[in-house]
């Protein structure tokens, strides 16, 4: 009978024991590569973009141009800012601050894509898988029909700049927020 010492056995149950569980999933892009995770994939700006890494090395630009949109950043109390700083062929982009608390409510862009870019302070992501924190220079993209709500949850402002492809036509607010869910009694 072949049979393997007793110590084999037990170092063999030691290592299948402390291999650790994949980590949850937390969006569509993990489950395809975020090309933002990617250096080499992503595109520098164009004149016109037409795909999503362009799109995101659009807003990159935008940000690193600090010139060019610090100076129109206002901050309201009792509601989000927002500016329009530019609109090209087949999409728009705009600059929003956010005071401590404030946020979008659970909604989505409708038939359009986007890139959220965090330029100052930190923004949360509500989504119905979860939580993502985003701190400056964080990049996010979306696909159409994409649920999120962002939120500032801490006591400084913040800053971020949204590339809609195609522009912005309809921001379809949903009724219940990941951030506070609803419990419904049994």
């Known amino acids: 009978m072949n049979s393997a010492p007793a110590s084999s056995v037990a170092a063999a149950r030691t290592t299948s024991a402390q291999v650790p569980a994949p980590a949850p999933v937390e969006s569509d892009l993990q ?37 060019s949109w610090e100076h129109l950043v206002q901050y309201d109390a009792t509601t989000r800012w927002y500016h329009r700083l530019r609109t090209g062929p ?15 409510g659970l ?48 006591l400084e402002g913040a800053v971020s700049l949204h590339v809609y492809f195609p522009g912005l036509t309809e921001m379809p607010m949903h009724s219940c927020s990941p951030a506070h869910p609803e419990h419904v009694p049994a």
């Open 107 to 154: 909604h989505d862009h409708g038939a359009s894509s986007g890139v959220l870019t965090v330029l100052d302070g930190r923004l949360t992501e509500h989504t119905p898988r979860g939580r993502l924190t985003h701190r400056a220079g964080a990049q996010r993209v979306f696909a159409p029909g994409y649920a999120h709500e962002v939120v500032n949850d801490t």
């Open 31 to 67: 489950i395809a590569g975020d090309i933002l995770a990617v250096q080499h994939l992503l595109q520098p700006a164009r004149e016109h973009p037409v795909t999503v890494a362009e799109f995101a090395g659009l807003a990159r630009s935008i940000a690193e141009d600090r010139a």
């Open 90 to 104: 087949g999409y728009e982009v705009w600059l929003l601050s956010w005071v401590p608390g404030q946020g979008s």
